[in-house]
């Protein structure tokens, strides 16, 4: 009889997205068993909640632990949502470093599991670095000009030499900036990763169509 290896997934959110971070959790329950969620909560509401509801296998992180002077800085220049974006590297790298867990996976809050993720992590095989194709379809296949090839929603990365410096370098660029407004060629905190493949090795590309299926890429 084989086990379910034990799975980490970390996400971020405020009160306007504390129900979809709810939903999400409820799907990880009713298919996977073995796993922790780290969420961080984006402001004192989310958190009050959470606490009070005291959710299984949920770990609650604040600002106030993960946020450092260069995050502090980047804070004050950037609007809330904007600042969500910046942190999506800095929340798994925050765990990696500071806790005894060999992978972490990233999920944006509005993510629901109808499957067990474990198809994810066997594709993935020893993979440092998993990340999901956008998969639009003819009639949106040029907005990968402007939003990027590949989707934040959910990214693992194991704490090897590859997943760390990709994050470390994910991290450095969405500091440096997380917008969509001004630059050409970068789209908030995913069009970096379009430069995945090219920076570093174990970079697995899911082929799985049924993962981080949506109303924009349906049509596939």
Known sequence: MTTTPYRHFCTLFDKGFLFKGLALHDSLMRHTSDFTLWILCMDEES??????????????LTLRDVEDEELKIAKKNRSPRKYCFTLSPSLPLYILKNNNVESIAYLD??????????????????????????????????KEKEVGKYNVGMLIFRKDKNGLACLEWWREQCLLYCDDQIKPGHYDDQKFLDYFEEK?????????????LAPWNIER
């Open 47 to 60: 958190h009050t909640t959470l606490t009070k509801l005291s959710l299984r296998n949920v770990r609650l």
């Open 109 to 142: 809050a509005d993510l629901y599991f109808f499957n067990s993720p474990e198809v994810v992590y066997e594709e993935m095989g020893d993979g440092s670095i998993m990340i999901i194709p956008q998969h639009l379809g003819p009639t949106r296949k040029d």
């Open 200 to 212: 570093f090795k174990g970079v697995y590309v899911l082929k799985n169509r049924g993962a981080n």
